[in-house]
């Protein structure tokens, strides 16, 4: 449940910084003026923000609600239970093992005395995840089931090098810096003016996702943990324009001509799990077999490595079905 991102596959998606068309063995460098042209295209018909030709299977995942109420979930969170009982937000010393069980999760009396803590928080975020749709545009089923995955609502510093509710490192945030520019503005007006895509930049950011408050109800400081929802929402933006580059890279068309906008958005999650060159390789792949557009189905299935696999499997559990909305 609580993913660990590997150093190795953020320093690998730095290349993509600094060389966007050098991403892989067998990739082939591109034209500058090609590269130019198309990063021209996408600002002027970006592909993650393209909500067309939705597939049905799809639609439970990228649906807008049209409150924050259709958010609300009831997901027993071991790891956020946990967290409360360490905390002493609820007194579980009646429980056996004082209601922890196993690597800090919380054991079955624990989670039964902390229920009603755990989905208070979980659905604490819900206004804040649709008004991050509205500035930033992340589906908003989607970055709740990131949270969910990644830190339970627990917004916290998690050895060895995870930040915040989507428990980013700061070589990722350094990746994010790079490819959203409202998320760069955002670090300059932090930090002062100074406008360096830098690790001390991204430590600043990072900092601000953190928002454990031991004397502050339920164990959190709320308006920090809520203002950290967007600085994750731009984030994951900025994975998703690297995503799209990546696309164009690896096929040299435009991405919006090969992925629809469910797949750009598995692609993203993929790209944040393992790494850009996971997402540069499997496209580049499966490129070669369609010569043309390309099915999430037909990437899964050209997935070449464990660390490959495993991106692919986090962003098939983020868009697990979670919610039935009504039609």
């Known amino acids: 449940m609580r993913n660990t991102k590997l150093w190795v596959s953020f320093l690998l998606a730095t290349t993509t910084l600094f060389f966007p068309f050098l991403l892989g063995a067998n990739s082939q460098p591109l034209d500058s003026s090609d590269i130019q042209k198309n990063q021209v295209n996408q600002s002027s018909n970006p592909t993650c923000l393209n909500r067309v030709n939705i597939p049905e299977a799809d639609v439970h995942w990228l649906y807008i609600p049209d409150n924050a109420d259709e958010l609300y979930s009831h997901f027993d969170l071991l790891w956020l239970a946990g967290e409360l009982i360490i905390s002493k937000v609820v007194d579980a010393s009646s429980c056996p093992a004082g209601g922890i069980g196993s690597e800090g999760y919380a054991n079955a009396c624990g989670m039964s005395l902390v229920e009603p803590k755990v989905v208070e928080i979980q659905n604490s975020f819900n206004q804040t995840i649709l008004d991050a749709w509205v500035s930033v545009g992340v589906p908003p089923v989607l970055l709740k089931q990131m949270i969910v995955y990644e830190s339970q609502f627990w917004p ?3 050895a060895p090098f995870h930040y915040g509710l989507g428990h980013i490192t700061p070589i990722g945030m350094l990746n994010a810096l790079e490819w959203d520019p409202d998320l760069r503005e955002a670090a300059c007006a932090a930090s002062g003016g100074s406008c360096g895509v830098d690790l001390l930049t991204a430590n600043l950011m990072l900092v601000k996702l953190l928002a ?3 004397s502050c109800a339920n164990g959190i400081e709320m308006d920090r943990a809520r203002q950290s929802v967007k600085i994750m929402a731009q984030a994951v933006m900025g994975y998703c324009n690297q995503t799209a580059q990546l696309v164009f890279n690896a096929t ?12 750009i958005w598995k692609l993203t999650l993929m790209n944040y799990n393992a790494g850009s060159v996971c997402v540069f390789d499997t496209v580049a792949a499966t490129f070669k077999d369609t010569n043309g557009p390309m099915s999430w189905a037909e990437i899964l299935s050209h997935v070449s490595s464990d660390l490959c696999r495993r991106g692919a499997y986090y962003a098939n559990q983020v868009t697990a079905q979670a919610y039935i909305f009504s039609p």
Not at 252 to 263: K, L, N, Q
Request: charged share 10%; with cysteine; glycine share 6%.
């Open 156 to 158: 916290a510093f998690s």
């Open 212 to 214: 454990i408050c031991p």
């Open 252 to 263: 040299g068309w435009r991405s919006a001509s090969v992925v629809d906008y469910s797949t």
